[in-house]
């Protein structure tokens, strides 16, 4: 096994091996492993000690923040309050000053009193307690040796921790699923009790004891469950499910939020009430010793069980699942599965075992599906087909929503350089901050400004810098003011505006520059509303500006393009944010140059409305603005190839050299590589943590979904031009189309890219 070892954030401390029910579906009493038989009834108190220490080991060792103890049994309120109270002490007491300490119990509730729940709160003991929904669901398995049912007490516990003095320790409900149980009247009788989350868990099952299925249907699970769903979301969700929640997670990109699904690495160590550590307890369901590691407190470190072979099995993600697996659309949602659903005997070694047979080593019997493989394709399938509409990000495929997103992620940014700033920005910034909030309530001018792409390039930089301690809070301030500045001329608004001019240049973003003095030289200036134009005035001189006239030496304006049906977007030579491409931007284009280069460029629009209309016509609205990029022998890029900024959606550097047949399809691609770069910044169309390979029809090896995807969208843009593109990209599609990296925005991106495809 290769790879970091991964620190365990989470233990599972027996204090009583014993319970005060006879669950017929019991993994620790009814199933394989009936170890439990030679353990001592309590955990002692050299147990709770070295395990208290050794956690503190651990936490020291890899500077764990936090770290979660599930106090379990057999049913640990039967350890007595004073155990739990040893046990609650010691391990704060190791804990003090090295991490924070989440202390949970689960139990059946029977014997749970106030005097147990003060105990609690002095310790903050948080509690989950296993209820399987109404009292004929319930028991069905959860019933005393004598056959009495349990579910008035349960409930009567349940009730106890709703009380106003407990209820912020109620961790919520665990309820085992037996799919003869009606699921309707379960989740009913769950909710009526307001828990604060509800933990669906699947009975444990293995290949060679398979799961109960009442009806012979083999996705007899998911649909028990997806009934479930539809009334948990008919009623608008009341409570965190995690199952639910799980998938849905994972279908948009994030992580897994249960151990029975997903690809996250197990985090998790189970210390028994003699001071064994072994592996998972539901392991306990495959073979009798299966969650054997050989160690224990006393002589071993918990690095020297994360290290364990059956351990490391769990913690490999994708490389840790079968074949079959991980050729699976779903695999990234269900991770295969909890790996004891996997057991089947005689299709392997153990996975390290030191109690069963076989010897370390491998994945053994695990190296299969999950016995609910069927039920788990079925439950993420119904869930995502459920809730596709509202899970979709609007901006995938709706080139507005889009605008809108990439609009909202800089108004953040903007906000989030404030906060980060945290009052180290002082007059100068403040002033600046006040004056942009007043202009903004008068005008949208502001807004409009600071959606030009280039503004992101600044408000990145200085809120690394803000992060890293070290703001130009005057240079900040001076940027705002310019924007002010920028925004009250657009809006026509009667302020003025005092704005810094660097190097003899007045800067007004999005308008123009104008030369107050020499190179070298730096000072104040006040910008006012002028007829036609606006004047600045300095210490010694004013100026009057007439924005549109270019021919007055000092003031040189943000060109347009706007000419022969072309669209009217900036030519922004001028920008000083603007060299933000992987090739450098143009210094600046003469007047001639520049009318050179803007003919051409409306020349290559009008090839690009002619060969793909509405590829032409989204980037019209889209686009905001084009920058010329400087021709160079050793280019940072590609040479003769638009770029899409590194930050900002709405500009392109374009080269200054080429005729219009060759500056349409540069613009095209540069334009297919933003837009896709625009989605990634404000959405997830693909999961980041695997290590998916794909084959590339234009790559001799395989690439990252991440290249794959952009290669095919790149592709089918400009499959009009070329049919190599077309047959690529539909074959990179086909790769795409079972890939269980892509969220469910990116398999909607997947439809339209393909639609798109067919119409070429």
Same mark, same amino acid.
């Given at each position: 096994?290769?790879?970091?070892?991964?620190?365990?954030? *989470?233990?599972?401390?027996?204090?009583?091996?014993?319970?005060?029910?006879?669950?017929?579906?019991?993994?620790?009493?009814?199933?394989?492993?009936?170890?439990?038989?030679?353990?001592?009834?309590?955990?002692?108190?050299?147990?709770?000690?070295?395990?208290?220490?050794?956690?503190?080991?651990?936490?020291?060792?890899?500077?764990?923040?936090?770290?979660?103890?599930?106090?379990?049994?057999? *049913?640990?309120?039967?350890?007595?309050?004073?155990?739990?109270?040893?046990?609650?002490?010691?391990?704060?007491?190791?804990?003090?000053?090295?991490?924070?300490?989440?202390?949970?119990?689960? %139990?059946?509730?029977?014997?749970?009193?106030?005097?147990?729940?003060?105990?609690?709160?002095?310790?903050?003991?948080?509690?989950?307690?296993?209820?399987?929904?109404?009292?004929?669901?319930?028991?069905?398995?959860?019933?005393?040796?004598?056959?009495?049912?349990?579910?008035?007490?349960?409930?009567?516990?349940?009730?106890?921790?709703?009380?106003?003095?407990?209820?912020? =320790?109620?961790?919520?409900?665990?309820?085992?699923?037996?799919?003869?149980?009606?699921?309707?009247?379960?989740?009913?009788?769950?909710?009526?009790?307001?828990?604060?989350?509800?933990?669906?868990?699947?009975?444990?099952?293995?290949?060679?004891?398979?799961?109960?299925?009442?009806?012979?249907?083999?996705?007899?699970?998911?649909?028990?469950?997806?009934?479930?769903?539809?009334?948990?979301?008919?009623?608008?969700?009341?409570?965190?499910?995690?199952?639910?929640?799980?998938?849905?997670?994972?279908?948009?990109?994030?992580?897994?939020?249960?151990?029975?699904?997903?690809?996250?690495? %197990?985090?998790?160590?189970?210390? /028994?009430?003699?001071?064994?550590?072994?592996?998972?307890?539901?392991?306990?369901?495959?073979?009798?010793?299966?969650?054997?590691?050989?160690?224990?407190?006393?002589?071993?470190?918990?690095?020297?069980?994360?290290?364990?072979?059956?351990?490391?099995?769990?913690?490999?993600?994708?490389?840790?699942?079968?074949?079959?697996?991980?050729?699976?659309?779903?695999?990234?949602?269900?991770?295969?599965?909890?790996?004891?659903?996997?057991?089947?005997?005689?299709?392997?070694?153990?996975?390290?075992?030191?109690?069963?047979?076989?010897?370390?080593?491998?994945?053994?019997?695990?190296?299969?599906?999950?016995?609910?493989?069927?039920?788990?394709?079925?439950?993420?399938?119904?869930?995502?087909?459920?809730?596709?509409?509202?899970?979709?990000?609007?901006?995938?495929?709706?080139?507005?929503?889009?605008?809108?997103?990439?609009? /909202?992620?800089?108004?953040?940014?903007?906000?989030?350089?404030?906060?980060?700033?945290?009052?180290?920005?002082?007059?100068?910034?403040?002033?600046?901050?006040?004056?942009?909030?007043?202009?903004?309530?008068?005008?949208?001018?502001?807004?409009?400004?600071?959606?030009?792409?280039?503004?992101?390039?600044?408000?990145? *930089?200085?809120?690394?810098?803000?992060?890293?301690?070290?703001?130009?809070?005057?240079?900040?301030?001076?940027?705002?003011?310019?924007?002010?500045?920028?925004?009250?001329?657009?809006?026509?608004?009667?302020?003025?505006?005092?704005?810094?001019?660097?190097?003899?240049?007045?800067?007004?973003?999005? =308008?123009?520059?104008?030369?107050?003095?020499?190179?070298?030289?730096?000072?104040?200036?006040?910008?006012? =509303?002028?007829?036609?134009?606006?004047?600045?005035? %300095?210490?010694?001189?004013?100026?009057?500006?007439?924005?549109?006239?270019?021919?007055?030496?000092?003031?040189?304006?943000?060109?347009?393009?706007?000419?022969?049906?072309?669209?009217?977007?900036?030519?922004?030579?001028?920008?000083?944010?603007?060299?933000?491409?992987?090739?450098?931007?143009?210094?600046?284009?003469?007047?001639?140059?520049?009318?050179?280069?803007?003919?051409?460029?409306?020349?290559?629009?009008?090839?690009?409305?002619?060969?793909?209309?509405?590829?032409?016509?989204?980037?019209?609205?889209?686009?905001?603005?084009?920058?010329?990029?400087?021709?160079?022998?050793?280019?940072? +890029?590609?040479?003769?190839?638009?770029?899409?900024?590194?930050?900002?959606?709405?500009?392109?550097?374009?080269?200054?050299? +080429?005729?219009?047949?060759?500056?349409?399809?540069?613009?095209?691609?540069?334009?297919?590589?933003?837009?896709?770069?625009?989605?990634? /910044?404000?959405?997830?169309?693909?999961?980041?943590?695997?290590?998916?390979?794909?084959?590339?029809?234009?790559?001799?090896?395989?690439?990252?979904?991440?290249?794959?995807?952009?290669?095919?969208?790149?592709?089918?843009?400009?499959?009009?031009?070329?049919?190599?593109?077309?047959?690529?990209?539909?074959?990179?599609?086909?790769?795409?189309?079972?890939?269980?990296?892509? %969220?469910?925005?990116?398999?909607?991106?997947?439809?339209?890219?393909?639609?798109?495809?067919?119409?070429?």
């Amino acid at each position: 096994m290769t790879g970091p070892l991964v620190p365990f954030r *989470e233990i599972v401390l027996k204090v009583h091996s014993r319970c005060d029910l006879a669950c017929d579906h019991c993994y620790i009493y009814e199933h394989a492993d009936q170890s439990w038989r030679t353990r001592p009834k309590a955990i002692s108190d050299e147990a709770i000690s070295r395990t208290a220490l050794r956690l503190a080991e651990h936490a020291t060792t890899h500077a764990l923040p936090s770290v979660s103890v599930i106090l379990h049994g057999g *049913e640990p309120l039967l350890a007595g309050p004073a155990r739990l109270r040893r046990v609650c002490e010691e391990l704060h007491h190791a804990l003090d000053g090295v991490a924070d300490l989440d202390l949970r119990i689960h %139990t059946n509730g029977l014997q749970l009193s106030p005097r147990y729940l003060d105990l609690f709160d002095e310790f903050g003991v948080r509690v989950g307690i296993s209820l399987d929904g109404d009292r004929t669901a319930n028991d069905r398995h959860r019933r005393f040796a004598d056959g009495r049912s349990s579910h008035p007490l349960v409930l009567k516990a349940v009730e106890l921790l709703r009380q106003d003095r407990y209820r912020h =320790l109620d961790l919520g409900l665990l309820c085992t699923i037996d799919a003869a149980n009606d699921p309707v009247a379960v989740y009913d009788a769950l909710d009526a009790l307001d828990p604060p989350r509800i933990d669906f868990l699947l009975p444990h099952a293995t290949w060679d004891e398979p799961p109960p299925r009442p009806d012979g249907s083999p996705t007899a699970y998911a649909d028990w469950l997806l009934a479930v769903f539809d009334r948990w979301d008919a009623r608008g969700r009341p409570m965190p499910v995690r199952l639910f929640d799980s998938v849905l997670s994972t279908l948009t990109g994030g992580p897994s939020l249960t151990e029975s699904l997903g690809l996250a690495p %197990t985090d998790l160590v189970v210390v /028994e009430t003699d001071g064994t550590l072994e592996q998972v307890d539901s392991l306990k369901s495959a073979y009798e010793g299966a969650a054997a590691t050989g160690f224990d407190v006393f002589a071993h470190t918990f690095d020297e069980v994360a290290a364990h072979p059956g351990v490391r099995s769990r913690q490999l993600g994708l490389a840790g699942v079968s074949e079959e697996c991980r050729r699976c659309p779903v695999v990234r949602s269900c991770g295969g599965g909890l790996y004891t659903h996997r057991y089947r005997s005689g299709s392997g070694t153990p996975p390290g075992g030191f109690g069963g047979p076989g010897g370390p080593g491998g994945f053994g019997g695990f190296d299969n599906p999950s016995v609910y493989c069927a039920d788990l394709i079925a439950l993420i399938g119904g869930i995502e087909s459920r809730t596709r509409a509202e899970t979709v990000p609007p901006a995938v495929g709706h080139p507005a929503e889009l605008l809108d997103a990439q609009h /909202e992620l800089t108004r953040s940014m903007l906000a989030e350089l404030h906060a980060a700033l945290d009052g180290r920005g002082g007059e100068p910034w403040q002033e600046a901050w006040e004056l942009a909030n007043a202009v903004e309530r008068r005008s949208d001018g502001l807004d409009t400004l600071f959606a030009h792409p280039y503004t992101r390039t600044w408000l990145a *930089e200085a809120i690394a810098a803000a992060r890293d301690g070290r703001p130009d809070a005057p240079g900040l301030a001076r940027r705002v003011q310019a924007y002010v500045a920028a925004a009250v001329l657009r809006g026509g608004l009667d302020t003025p505006v005092r704005v810094h001019h660097r190097d003899g240049v007045l800067v007004l973003p999005t =308008l123009g520059a104008l030369r107050l003095g020499p190179p070298g030289e730096s000072g104040e200036a006040e910008v006012r =509303l002028a007829e036609k134009g606006f004047v600045v005035r %300095t210490g010694t001189a004013e100026l009057r500006v007439v924005r549109a006239d270019e021919t007055a030496g000092p003031w040189r304006p943000v060109r347009r393009l706007g000419r022969d049906g072309a669209p009217d977007l900036a030519l922004d030579d001028i920008d000083p944010y603007r060299d933000t491409f992987d090739a450098p931007a143009h210094p600046g284009l003469g007047r001639d140059e520049a009318a050179d280069w803007s003919g051409r460029l409306a020349a290559a629009w009008a090839l690009l409305r002619e060969a793909v209309p509405d590829q032409a016509a989204q980037a019209a609205v889209t686009l905001s603005t084009l920058t010329p990029l400087a021709p160079v022998t050793a280019p940072r +890029g590609p040479a003769g190839r638009a770029a899409s900024p590194a930050y900002g959606y709405g500009a392109l550097g374009v080269p200054v050299a +080429g005729d219009p047949a060759a500056l349409a399809p540069a613009l095209l691609r540069g334009f297919r590589r933003a837009t896709l770069r625009a989605l990634t /910044e404000v959405t997830d169309l693909y999961a980041l943590d695997g290590a998916w390979q794909r084959p590339a029809p234009w790559r001799e090896r395989p690439v990252p979904v991440s290249e794959l995807l952009a290669g095919a969208h790149e592709r089918v843009g400009l499959a009009a031009y070329d049919r190599r593109h077309r047959d690529h990209a539909l074959r990179a599609l086909d790769t795409l189309q079972d890939a269980a990296e892509l %969220t469910v925005g990116g398999k909607s991106l997947l439809t339209t890219l393909r639609a798109e495809a067919d119409r070429v």
